[in-house]
């Protein structure tokens, strides 16, 4: 079974940046950040497929967020620069197990962290 943990939450002001950062313990395809706010439903961020090829942003993290890869240590990072007060939320690292599969819904994922606090102060 793959392992996924993340890091790099906290609380910051608005305007601030944070970088999340996520590993696989084994080899994964695409993978995705998904986040959920108190009350919400699980949304997707941003998601990277296999080859890093081919990226999806949520329209209000677009211009403000980056999602990168480094395939080679079944890492993925989110780089989240000027932070609102509606992006608090826990945010979770997802990876598929499934080599064709690039998707947006939490059901094309496998494999999820445990979640990291992301609190935006205003």
């Known amino acids: 079974q793959v392992q996924v943990v993340e890091s790099g939450g906290g609380l910051v002001q608005v305007g601030d940046s944070l970088r999340l950062s996520c590993t696989a313990s084994?080899?994964?395809?695409?993978m995705g950040w998904f986040r959920q706010a108190p009350g919400k439903e699980r949304e997707v961020v941003a998601a990277i497929s296999r080859t890093g090829g081919s990226l999806f942003y949520k329209n209000s993290v677009k211009g403000r967020f980056t999602i990168s890869r480094d395939s080679a240590k079944n890492s993925v990072y989110l780089q989240m620069n000027n932070l609102k007060p509606e992006d608090t939320a826990v945010y979770y690292c997802?990876?598929?197990?499934?080599?064709?599969?690039?998707?947006?819904?939490?059901?094309?994922?496998?494999?999820w962290g445990q979640g990291t606090q992301v609190t935006v102060s205003s």
């Open positions: 997802a990876a598929s197990a499934r080599f064709t599969v690039f998707g947006t819904s939490p059901i094309d994922y496998d494999y």
């Open positions: 084994g080899r994964t395809y695409a």
